[in-house]
């Protein structure tokens, strides 16, 4: 017996994202650092894996590892669709439903293969370094690929600061960790000698891509703003947040974006998006929360398409926190390593994450709060209703929340999405209404 | 002598009452006493005790309380034990807690420290952090002064300076607690048909609520009279619980895995009474002999790093061994982070070591038992037909 099949349509070629020169700069340096990383055993290389908040890339350069981050190769499967069977993969090996969706896909990848974005497989890790920041999740996150990979694991702890404080009791510990156990180990699996003076090398060098960094997001006071903070900030924090922070490249690759964004400025431009130059900015919004990686890109259309730009997020702040003055320090090399993940967004305490999103809102002249709420993502979600309430409160613009998750697509509802984003706007566009009616009636 | 019974009945009332009046009327006795709550999982209640205050032991709302506001504040795939905490605070049930220590556990219960600051602004609130680095002179150091910032705090709290002298005497009154705990711990694995685990559950969450002094006596009754239960024994397989150590399970949840026909012969329930495995020391400087302990003889859970691999999970087969048990439940609640990314590793090291087990989540407002009864039903049948003895 035969049967009729419906021809199958080919899928609509998507148009290719328009890109300026730091975006081809970026992917060049993202290609080669994965050909670096896929090479690594038959160059000798040994590989170190850590994260990216308390990512101390400088130190991991000075025992010439490769570094390698596992949320970065997740939101690369996120961004290439793969994350979803990635996921179902660890449940189906016994992971829960309830986990963070980052380390099923990790493991779901592990189990099928373990390829990177270039078709070739990752190599395993020689060592571990569970950069404790900001995260419950990492310690276990790393205890699983320990029992995978049997490397070395080094347990860096970053105290949390539960008052808003760095305390001198914090720092010092964080330093005596360095010394007393991260170095030496890092020097054990490597087989190289620390030298400082090569961290303080680095670390000038962080400095100035940082210096750099923080010029470009700032940019987004100007009105219109020439950037978008989140979804096109993800762009700009890839390299330092990266394997590439301390590195000449990453110097580079900012000096470009910056001038790129200088002359964005002087044009009066607003941002470039996957379709090309934004049109008119009529919304100015700051964001709170990671984004979906699996539909990246329709997520950030919803907000272009309405003339949203988003001028500050909190998500860009996960791999450091710079605006507030913080720049790695070589004449403090261990303090200043301390002290970069002692601030990383997801190590401060709720209260001061309002005061930095309501502090936002001010200063970059935005409508109002949009939270994301990631379902994977506790560090980041649990509390963020209060945190919308509290700068509400504060500001006196209104909040909105839309709930989706990193890299599972079972979590992203885009009608949903869409649904409560163009209320959210049209909410804020009642508001100025109603503040203009008030205006004018005064 | 008090029955078994007469000291359940008690035990269930103040597990009953969600407004905390034995702590409230403890408060009241006289004039300048001072509470402080503290959440799962650890937390130096010695410290708390040595300033003169009572430790209130707030574990979430149970099956009993309405969460009509704690929902507010969260998304539905977080736990439920924040969200009736938040309850408990919002509708003035803690309102004569004159602080808050919100343990290093989890990323929930971390954030909880920061919204209580928020929402209760005048009621002093701590994350209180401990090290994940096990050496004296690092983690170990770093604990100690930790500690003495939670010491001068509550000496600020109280008004009154706190003395080695009296943390050496609050630690004494507390290893004799955890030590008559451990006896009712070995009691029941003993003997358990004499123990009901919800029995035991209730006795050792009375500790949350009541002076040290007071719970040391009702140990001390319980086990004279636990001998002297006529209880018969039954037929049911010996299993260790483990997962619940954060947001408890509701009491309905442990008699009906008893129901079904295992004894619970340990678990991880309210592990601040044993969370350190030794005697604190008194001899020396006592908040010294309290990081120590901590640092290199406390219990091993999912909150806590493991520095060695061949170490993971271990603790669990070191249980089984001495409590005799058969097989082991992982009960845990949904969206619970720690107790289900650990529970694979877990698993692993179970599997390795030939222990049976079986998953299962609950809520601390889980209604629905027969799911439940029937998985331990079905684990208990299977350990009892298919096992090697």
Redesign the interface.
């Known amino acids: 017996m035969s049967t009729m099949t419906k021809p199958k349509r080919a899928p609509k070629p998507r148009p290719e994202a328009e890109k300026d020169a730091s975006m081809l700069k970026q992917k060049e340096m993202m290609a080669g650092h994965y050909d670096r990383l896929t090479s690594a055993p038959e160059n000798g290389d040994k590989v170190c894996a850590t994260f990216v908040p308390g990512n101390l890339n400088e130190l991991i350069m000075c025992f010439d590892f490769v570094n390698n981050l596992p949320e970065q190769n997740a939101i690369q499967a996120g961004l290439r669709k793969t994350s979803g069977r990635f996921v179902m993969e660890a449940e189906k ?4 439903e ?3 969706t980052y ?1 099923k896909s990790d493991l779901g990848m592990m189990a099928r293969g373990n390829l990177a974005p270039n078709g070739k497989p990752f190599p395993d890790p020689d060592v571990l370094l ?1 950069s ?1 920041t900001g ?3 990492f ?3 790393f ?2 690929l ?2 995978q990979y ?1 490397c070395e ?1 080094i ?1 860096l ?1 970053t ?2 600061t ?2 808003g404080v760095i ?1 001198d ?2 720092r ?2 964080m330093v ?2 360095l010394k ?2 991260v170095i030496p180990k890092l020097e054990a699996v490597s087989g190289v000698k620390f030298d400082i003076d090569r961290l303080r090398e680095y670390l000038r060098e962080s400095a100035r891509a940082e210096d750099d960094l923080v010029a470009v997001l700032q940019s987004a006071k100007k009105k219109p703003s020439p950037i978008d903070a989140y979804f096109g900030g993800i762009y700009y924090i890839g390299p330092i947040f990266g394997a590439f922070r301390g590195t000449k490249e990453a110097t580079e690759f900012y000096r470009l974006l910056r001038g790129e964004i200088d002359e964005r400025v002087a044009a009066g431009l607003g941002p470039i998006t996957p379709d090309g130059p934004m049109g008119e900015e009529k919304y100015r919004l700051v964001t709170e929360g990671p984004p979906n990686y699996t539909s990246f890109r329709d997520f950030w259309k919803m907000f272009y398409e309405e003339g949203a730009v988003c001028v500050a997020s909190s998500y860009t702040k996960v791999g450091g926190t710079y605006d507030f003055g913080f720049r790695h320090d070589p004449d403090r090399p261990l303090e200043s390593l301390a002290e970069y993940c002692l601030n990383v967004y997801t190590n401060r ?6 005061d930095m999103l309501a502090n936002y809102i001010e200063e970059y002249e935005a409508d109002g709060l949009l939270i994301n ?1 990631i ?1 994977s993502c ?2 980041f ?6 945190i919308m309430k ?1 700068v509400e409160k504060r500001t006196g613009k209104p909040g909105a929340f839309v ?1 989706t998750d990193l890299v599972d697509p079972r979590y992203f509802s885009a009608s949903n999405v869409k649904n409560r984003l163009e209320s959210y706007l049209q909410m804020i566009e009642q508001k100025r209404s109603s503040t203009q009616t008030l205006g004018a009636a005064a | 002598m008090t029955s078994q019974e007469q000291i359940i009945d008690r035990c269930q009332v103040l597990f009953d009452d969600l407004s905390f009046t034995s702590a409230r009327e403890w408060k009241a006795a006289e004039e300048g006493r001072k509470v402080i709550g503290y959440m799962p999982i650890y937390v130096p209640r010695e410290i708390i005790h040595a300033a003169g205050m009572l430790p209130l032991g707030v574990l979430g709302g149970g099956d009993q309380l309405e969460v009509i506001h704690g929902d ?4 539905s ?2 736990c439920r034990i ?1 969200r009736s905490t938040v309850e408990l605070g919002v509708t003035g049930r803690l309102d004569f807690v004159d602080g808050m220590l ?1 343990p ?5 219960i ?6 209580w ?3 209760f602004a005048d009621t002093y609130a ?2 209180f ?1 401990v ?3 096990f ?1 004296d ?3 170990g ?2 604990y100690v ?2 500690l003495n ?1 939670l010491r001068a705090d509550l000496s600020k709290i109280s008004g009154r300076k706190i003395t080695d002298d009296q943390i050496r005497a609050s630690i004494e009154l507390y290893n004799e607690n955890r030590k008559l705990t451990q006896d009712v711990y070995a009691f029941r694995a003993r003997e358990p048909w004499k123990v009901p685990s919800s029995d035991l559950y209730l006795v050792m969450r009375a500790g949350m609520v009541l002076p040290v002094e007071e719970h040391n006596q009702m140990l001390r009754d319980y086990l004279v009279a636990a001998a002297d239960s006529d209880r018969p024994l039954r037929d049911n397989c010996r299993v260790l619980l483990t997962g619940g150590f954060c947001e408890q399970p509701p009491l309905n949840l442990i008699k009906s895995i008893e129901l079904a026909g295992c004894y619970i012969v340990d678990d991880d329930f309210l592990l601040v009474n044993r969370f350190l495995l030794k005697d604190v020391p008194t001899e020396g400087d006592p908040v010294e002999n309290l990081a120590h302990v901590f640092l290199h003889d406390s219990e091993s859970t ?2 806590k ?3 060695f ?1 061949a170490e ?1 999970g271990k603790y669990l087969i070191r249980a089984v061994e001495k409590y005799g048990a058969e097989g082991v439940i992982f009960a845990a609640p ?5 107790a ?6 877990l ?2 090291t179970l599997k390795d070591a030939g222990i049976p087990y079986v998953a299962f ?1 609950y809520a601390e407002n889980s209604g629905q038992m027969q799911p439940i009864r029937e998985q331990a039903g079905t684990f208990s049948d299977s350990i009892k037909l298919w096992s090697e003895a």
């Open positions: 090996m016994g992971h829960s309830d986990v963070c380390v569970l404790y995260c419950f999740t310690m276990k996150w205890e699983l320990r029992e049997g694991a347990m702890h105290p949390y539960g008052d305390t009791n914090m010092e510990y005596k960790q007393e156990e305490s709720l209260p001061q994450r309002v709420s379902k506790n560090s979600s649990a509390g963020q209703l209060l509290e709930e | 507010a504040y969260y998304q795939y977080i924040p919100f290093s556990i989890c990323d929930v971390r954030n909880l420290s920061g919204m600051k928020l929402m701590r994350y952090d090290p994940q680095n050496d002179k690092v983690g150091e770093f002064n930790e910032d999912a909150a790093y493991e520095p691999q993971k949904s969206f619970c982070d720690p289900l990314l650990d529970r694979p590793m698993q692993h989540k």
